[in-house]
């Protein structure tokens, strides 16, 4: 059975950070590439930040500089940190996995997803 779950969300002060986990099971951890999507109310669900593979990792211009996404294959999880969080960041982040070597953002090219992770930036 093939799972994808999301944990860490939370609801932290503008400029504090938090680190979300992407825990998958069920599929051979190391070929995947994993994507992390977020989904504000009213808004469409967009790209934040992909590592494939090979360790090759990619970032929406939002977040450069202040989101690093990373990976261990032996624990079949993957996590963002994200840092100096912005009011803006505050949205429901989802895990996708894809067996897929090539880096994208793009939401259709994923096909597993978490059930998602609400995170608020919110004095």
């Known amino acids: 059975q093939v799972q994808v779950v999301e944990s860490g969300g939370d609801l932290v002060q503008p400029g504090g950070s938090l680190r979300l986990s992407c825990e998958a099971s069920g599929f051979t951890f190391h070929y995947l590439r994993i994507g992390w999507f977020r989904q504000a109310p009213g808004k469409e669900r967009e790209g934040v930040s992909c590592?494939?593979?090979?360790?090759?990792?990619d970032y929406a211009e939002s977040v450069k500089g202040r989101f690093t996404i990373t990976r261990d294959n032996a624990k079949n999880t993957a996590w963002l940190e994200m840092n100096n969080l912005k009011p803006e960041d505050t949205a429901v982040y989802y895990c996708?996995?894809?067996?897929?070597?090539?880096?994208?953002?793009?939401?259709?090219?994923?096909?597993?997803w978490g059930q998602g992770t609400q995170v608020t930036v919110s004095s």
């Open positions: 590592i494939t593979s090979s360790g090759r990792a």
């Open positions: 996708a996995v894809a067996a897929s070597p090539i880096a994208t953002l793009a939401p259709n090219e994923y096909g597993h």
